[in-house]
């Protein structure tokens, strides 16, 4: 018997998965362009283009001709008006496509950027608290949370700034005696009271600042930024080792490093790509 005329009902295995990969980079193409207008005037245009839309199926389902003439009329009037409002839209389109940052997702390039701010903020609050020896302790936290350390703290969730970093630790102030804890591309809290080191071969001039650095250090992935009150020594601790004798220029190499190496990386890989 003749089976042939099964071929046709039933796809072969490279055509579904060829499907699979059409629909998917279509699906992702959608989404990056949503994620473009989002929060922009052209939001509320799209809004308006699908309640237009669906006006426009409901006049034909129903054959309402004069809502249907009135709708016809706007589609014409929003395909004029759309390359206008769109503009700067279409254009960072195709600045990121150029880029090839728009195959890379909006959230690795958001934490890009919050890393790079933070990198210049805290290197230059550590640069000034160094020269006026003022001690400071500033934890900036990656994948392992140490939520169960915060509750000592004292909530802030504020935007880090330099400014703010300093004024936080100048001393006799409420929140100058423990760390600030940078997390979520933010200050989460300040005057937070972290688990000291039991490490026997610290060395004995290091003070509790220090050792509740790489007390934190050694049961968490996180950095953290020190600034010695008595000699103004800036250090970092991380995987229960301290780098010491710190200037700005190679704390911020050092924390370019370790929060973008991966992330660059990454889209370098991308941008590679796309020349």
């Not at 990056?32 to 922009?40: C, E, S, V």
């Not at 903020?121 to 169960?148: D, K, P």
């Amino acid at each position: 018997m003749d089976f042939s005329f099964l071929s046709g009902v039933f796809a072969s295995p490279w055509d579904i998965i060829r499907s699979l990969i059409d629909i998917g980079i279509v699906a992702y193409v959608f989404y990056r362009l949503l994620g473009l207008i989002r929060g922009t005037r052209a939001e509320q245009l799209l809004k308006g283009l699908v309640l237009l839309l669906v006006f426009t199926v409901i006049a034909s389902y129903l054959e309402l001709d004069m809502v249907n003439w009135l709708v016809e009329k706007l589609w014409i009037l929003f395909a004029i008006t759309v390359p206008i409002v769109f503009q700067p839209e279409i254009r960072r389109f195709l600045e990121q496509l150029g880029r090839g940052s728009f195959f890379t997702s909006s959230r690795h390039l958001s934490l890009m950027e919050e890393y790079e701010n933070i990198i210049t903020e805290v290197s230059e609050s550590a640069r000034i608290l160094s020269r006026n020896r003022v001690g400071a302790l500033i934890v900036l936290t990656r994948e392992t949370g140490i939520a169960e350390y915060l509750d000592s703290g004292v909530k802030m969730d504020a935007l880090v700034s330099s400014g703010l970093l300093i004024n936080i630790f100048v001393p006799n102030t409420p929140l100058h005696d423990g760390a600030v804890v940078i997390s979520g591309g933010r200050i989460d809290r300040a005057a937070c009271f972290l688990p000291l080191t039991n490490n026997p071969a610290l060395d004995k001039e290091l003070g509790t600042r220090h050792r509740a650095a790489l007390g934190i250090s050694e049961v968490s992935d996180a950095l953290v930024v020190i600034v010695s009150e008595e000699t103004g020594t800036i250090s970092v601790a991380r995987e229960g080792q301290l780098q010491r004798y710190l200037d700005e220029d190679s704390l911020k190499e050092l924390l370019a490093q370790e929060l973008l190496i991966s992330s660059r990386s990454t889209e370098s890989l991308f941008r590679r790509w796309s020349q």
